[in-house]
């Protein structure tokens, strides 16, 4: 393992206290609890079984194609009982933003569908602001148009497609000198990636030379919560607009996203929006289930106890731990990424002369065990791929605790262990 890597960690105590869970929840239960009630167990058909899938346990995270998160019991049924009635669609839109604003300290909101549509109608406000007429010729007739998104060159990401697709161009910058000069009659909007490693610029400075101009900032904070703060962090500090995925720590539906920020850019992002039509927003669409949803796991994020939450999740990561360091040369480590999923997961790392087995050999085992578990992603790659700022390396298991549901620690545990000690040579 590099010293890179060990120097960029933010390590934790493993003998550091846990707080117990909050009063507040019934027994047995703890913060973040987002298990099956009995009465759910019995509703509808098993579809996945019907379909030949089998459900895992995310020892893994947020990851979108691992479905992400499960929504909590209480926003289940929220999305139920919102689903037996037919609503004003434009109306739903104008009151869960208005409701959300307020809980979220912003001027304006809208539920996206997802943080990635949230980039998308982003951009096409930022394009068509006081100039409505212009929406239907997003993204193909963009000759009189702003059409070019400032980022730096260290943000380029993949998500930047979201904003590409209303027909803009992406130009890099290096230097504040740069972006400073960057910056013309055809600027739409400048765009942040909240969570990325590198660029010179800081957020600060991103907003205020962008105003110096004229022109919106946007960040992209889709994953980077929690803490609850982030949620009203990003836009009093100046970004007009801020992008969250719904489906992620927010718990909501995996379709779902937050666009947070100025009146008149919300405003202008929604008129891009379904329902209308001639948008490029259309197939993009938020169903009443999707807004009631998010609007409801907005209000189950802020009501549970940050503290008790990380406690409950450095507890997780503390069982696994000392469960595989039992095996001879076994090391595990707590660490928290520095901004996107910002909460205690665990790095397993071990000798292979002694434990004759591949990370990703892990991986594929625990997979196909029953029950099934998925490991994080990061497991067993050289760069950490997905989960910013860790170095695996080839015998180095990553667990994400936070999407567990409790009980299952002890699960993924077990067969951790099993694996691993099968592994060892005599
Ligand atoms: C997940 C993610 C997105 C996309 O979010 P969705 O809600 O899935 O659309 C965008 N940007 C970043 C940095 C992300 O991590």
Not at 116 to 140: D, E, F, K, Y
Not at 191 to 203: E, L, M, P, T, Y
Not at 387 to 399: C, D, H, L, S
Request: proline share 5%.
């Amino acid at each position: 393992m590099s010293n890179d890597f060990l120097s960029r960690r933010k390590f934790f105590s493993r003998g550091g206290s846990v707080i117990a869970a909050s009063t507040m929840l019934p027994l047995g239960a703890s913060e973040g609890d987002t298990r099956p009630q009995e009465h759910e167990m019995n509703e509808g058909d098993d579809y996945y079984s019907k379909l030949n899938l089998r459900p895992f346990i995310n020892a893994a995270g947020t990851y979108t194609y691992l479905t992400a998160s499960i929504m909590p019991p209480e926003v289940r049924a929220d999305v139920n009982r919102a689903a037996l009635s037919p609503v004003n669609l434009i109306d739903l839109q104008k009151a869960a933003g208005e409701y959300l604003a307020k809980k979220l300290h912003c001027e304006a909101a809208l539920v996206s569908d997802g943080a990635a549509s949230a980039m998308t109608l982003s951009t096409a406000a930022c394009i068509t602001r006081g100039r409505q007429r212009a929406i239907v010729n997003v993204p193909s007739d963009m000759c009189d148009l702003p059409n070019e998104v400032l980022i730096q060159k260290a943000h380029r990401y993949e998500y930047d497609h979201a904003i590409r697709c209303c027909g803009v161009k992406m130009v890099e910058v290096e230097t504040l000198e740069d972006y400073d000069r960057a910056f013309n009659p055809r600027t739409a909007m400048a765009h942040f990636f909240n969570a990325a490693q590198g660029g010179q610029i800081s957020r600060e400075d991103w907003v205020g030379i962008a105003h110096k101009h004229g022109v919106p900032a946007s960040n992209d904070a889709a994953a980077d919560v929690p803490p609850k703060s982030r949620l009203w962090e990003y836009t009093q500090m100046g970004f007009d607009l801020v992008q969250f995925s719904g489906g992620k720590g927010l718990r909501g539906p995996q379709n779902s996203g937050l666009l947070l920020g100025r009146k008149d850019l919300v405003e202008a992002a929604a008129m891009n929006n379904n329902p209308y039509s001639d948008t490029v927003g259309r197939g993009m669409k938020v169903s009443k289930e999707q807004i009631i949803g998010l609007v409801a796991a907005v209000d189950w994020f802020l009501d549970q106890g940050e503290t008790e939450m990380r406690g409950e999740f450095q507890k997780r990561a503390e069982l696994i731990a000392a469960a595989v360091e039992k095996i001879p040369s076994v090391k595990a480590q707590i660490f928290v990424p520095p901004v996107a999923n910002n909460v205690p997961h665990l790095l397993i790392t071990y000798d292979m002369t002694r434990l004759k087995i591949s990370a990703k050999d892990v991986q594929a085992e625990l997979l196909q065990g029953t029950p099934s578990i998925a490991l994080n992603p990061a497991t067993g790659s050289e760069n950490g791929g997905l989960m910013k700022g860790v170095v695996p390396g080839p015998n180095g298991i990553v667990v994400g605790v936070w999407m567990m549901q409790p009980g299952e620690d002890s699960i993924v545990a077990r067969r951790l262990h099993e694996v691993l000690s099968k592994a060892g040579v005599a």
